[in-house]
């Protein structure tokens, strides 16, 4: 059974070595930059999101259309079976009759007919400016979203591509791990064969032989899962015979630098959508108080009337025509409704977005901070657990041979095995809190872009 094993190490450590030896060719490789642009260019939400900006920009573009002529044409014909009936002063146009003498007299025929146009040109409306000013705003606004989208969307990519680097280094300690495990366990196998081992010492040495081949077919697993779900992110339609090799020279580049823990505010794109949306409620107490502001317009009107007492829609004159051009100003009195809580409510709104930016910002600083003590006590606790690794390592090679010779027992060699094993769990643990505060520190200082740009 353990030979089965350890041919099923090899063959899988054969394929790491392929893998990696396609990496140093370039075939497949995808770099981390690479990785974040393909998700942003693939993902469905991504699209979405940037049609949602398209939207906003066709809708400021519609209101410019407010400063254009309004040209209506109109017509009318009208059957009046009753007609206007008006009192008329007789006494004021004919002496003849007292001062105070009146007649009722009917106004219009029996069939009337209008036809006409009307042109109105704004001159002054503000109202339209501020429509205009707080739609821009509303497409910045839709753009600070999209880049938030985009920016948890970049935290996700990383977060699974270090994943896979940090898995695929753990993989290799694996077959080094379950290939010491199993001559450790051949050792303690002669010994035993020779009846100079009890049952339990060997049985301990199978236990950290099985421990061993137990972390690496879950480390296998899971850099499968890894690569499955960065194949999603990316966009990879046939996520099930695709591969992907990812480029670990960022690891080894030297770009973990951290210089600040102030938040970068234009670099974060959720402070800058509420820093927006508090300037929107500010745009929109101004646009409210243009409704209540005077508008100066010119308009104009070209048309005729017919009337006639029989339907005759062409009939000789009866034609009169009508036209006018003037000054239209407009100024509102009675609103009909409570104007004053309105730019209120739009000043209240502004102070709570600024008080919710505040308080975001003060997490980003604590989230920066404490991202960076953490990578501090990483780096500490990695550089102590890759000198004790080496040092065990050396005593067990030290102690494989002393019990090949028979000057030490197997018990020691057993409990040397099993606390490697611990010390290459917490270094492995230390590696992911090392990469992941990393990447936290970058997304709450504001620096994350430095992983695709």
């Not at 990696?20 to 981390?32: F, P, Y």
């Amino acid at each position: 059974m353990f030979t089965v094993r350890l041919h099923f190490c090899w063959a899988i450590a054969i394929m790491l070595l392929l893998a990696a030896s396609g990496a140093a060719s370039g075939q497949g490789v995808v770099t981390l930059s690479q990785a974040i642009n393909n998700a942003f260019s693939n993902r469905k939400n991504i699209q979405a999101g940037k049609s949602n900006q398209t939207i906003r920009q066709l809708q400021t573009a519609a209101l410019y259309r407010k400063y254009w002529p309004q040209v209506n044409a109109e017509y009318t014909y009208l059957y009046n079976p009753i007609l206007q009936t008006s009192i008329l002063p007789i006494g004021v146009f004919n002496p003849a009759y007292p001062a105070d003498a009146t007649k009722s007299v009917q106004f219009g025929t029996t069939w009337s007919q209008a036809a006409g146009v009307t042109v109105s040109q704004p001159i002054l409306d503000l109202s339209i400016n501020r429509q205009i000013n707080e739609s821009k705003l509303q497409e910045r606004i839709a753009a600070a979203t999209q880049a938030q989208t985009e920016y948890e969307l970049a935290y996700t990519v990383a977060q699974v591509y270090f994943d896979i680097y940090l898995q695929q280094s753990k993989i290799q300690s694996a077959i080094a791990d379950t290939n010491r495990t199993w001559l450790s366990y051949q050792l303690l196998q002669n010994e035993f064969e020779q009846k100079r081992l009890l049952k339990s010492a060997l049985n301990k040495g199978k236990i950290n032989h099985n421990n061993a081949v137990e972390i690496f077919r879950n480390a296998v697993a899971q850099l499968i899962e890894d690569k499955v779900y960065l194949l999603f992110l990316i966009g990879q339609n046939d996520i099930e015979h695709a591969d992907v090799i990812v480029d670990t020279s960022f690891m080894r580049s030297g770009k973990i630098v951290i210089n600040t823990v102030q938040p970068v505010v234009a670099n974060i794109p959720e402070l800058r959508e509420l820093e927006l949306k508090g300037e929107m409620a500010r745009v929109q107490t101004a646009t409210e108080k243009a409704k209540y502001m005077p508008t100066v317009s010119m308009k104009g009107y070209l048309g005729a009337n017919q009337f006639t007492n029989n339907f005759d829609p062409i009939a000789a004159n009866s034609w009169f025509g009508l036209s006018y051009v003037g000054l239209n100003v407009k100024y509102p009195l009675l609103f009909g409704e409570d104007k004053h809580r309105k730019i209120q409510q739009y000043k209240v709104q502004a102070t709570q977005y600024g008080q919710q930016k505040e308080d975001k910002a003060a997490q980003y600083y604590k989230d920066a901070l404490t991202a960076k003590i953490k990578v501090e006590l990483a780096m500490t606790a990695l550089k102590t657990q890759q000198d004790n690794l080496a040092l065990s390592v050396e005593t067990i090679a030290i102690l494989q041979l002393r019990v090949a010779e028979g000057q030490e027992s197997a018990s020691t060699l057993n409990i040397e095995e099993a606390d490697l094993q611990k010390l290459n769990a917490e270094y492995e643990s230390s590696k992911m809190q090392y990469w992941l505060s990393f990447l936290n520190y970058l997304k709450a200082s504001g620096t994350l872009e430095i992983l695709w740009k």
